[in-house]
């Protein structure tokens, strides 16, 4: 059991982050109809002229537009961060949970430990389980998890939630591949990383900007 809660931590790390996930669609449509109006008026403006009534008009809308961008902003920020710690705190429970199986592992057996069997998937059982190879691995990759999400903590400031969610969808499939038991799963899990991290890659693997204007 502690096996297969190590594997789907992940999974409920995103579930959390999506119901913690406070961005608003309202706040740029907001933006948006305030462009709209200031574009109409300046529309006007070329063809008709416009007055000091219109021209304070136009300083208002501006105003106002600036204040929702900074409120816009600073709830952005609050909710980065938020997402941020949530993930890192999902991961470093990650970690600690494979530091106990780590310790509960017996060397001197050479048989699979942990095993556990999961309901049937077709006409295959789905069968996890360490051996003295794998365990090394499941240390690595929830030991990666945590630094990817600090060494990152500030140089990732949009899609904040994406980047979040692809890093524990990446981790879980991971342990996914070194747990299972069955060839065709591990095949599954195996082809099942190359859309995350080809996503992850893109977004956020490029310096240029033309290719992530082109991604997003």
Not at 1 to 9: D, T
Not at 88 to 103: E, Q, Y
Not at 130 to 147: E, Q
Request: proline letters at 1%.
């Amino acid at each position: 059991m502690l096996l297969s809660f190590l594997i789907l931590l992940p999974l409920l790390g995103i579930f959390i982050i999506f119901i913690f996930n406070t961005e608003k669609i309202d706040f740029f449509s907001a933006i948006n109809e305030k462009n709209n109006e200031i574009n109409a008026i300046n529309n006007k403006k070329h063809v008709f002229g416009v007055t000091d009534s219109k021209n304070y008009e136009i300083s208002e809308i501006n105003s106002k537009n600036h204040e929702i961008n900074e409120e816009n902003q600073k709830n952005k920020k609050v909710n980065d961060k938020t997402l941020k710690i949530i993930a890192l705190v999902v991961t470093i429970v990650d970690l600690f949970l494979s530091l106990i199986i780590w310790f509960l592992f017996d060397n001197s057996s050479k048989h699979f430990q942990f095993v556990q069997e999961h309901y049937t998937v077709g006409h295959y059982d789905f069968y996890l389980g360490l051996d003295g190879l794998s365990i090394y691995f499941v240390l690595l990759t929830t030991l990666i998890a945590p630094i990817s999400i600090i060494s990152n903590w500030k140089s990732i400031n949009s899609k904040t939630a994406y980047f979040l969610v692809i890093i524990l969808l990446l981790e879980s499939c991971l342990l996914l591949i070194y747990a299972v038991l069955d060839v065709l799963m591990f095949y599954i899990f195996f082809e099942s990383i190359l859309a995350p991290l080809f996503i992850l890659i893109g977004f956020f693997g490029s310096t240029d900007k033309f290719l992530l204007r082109s991604l997003s």
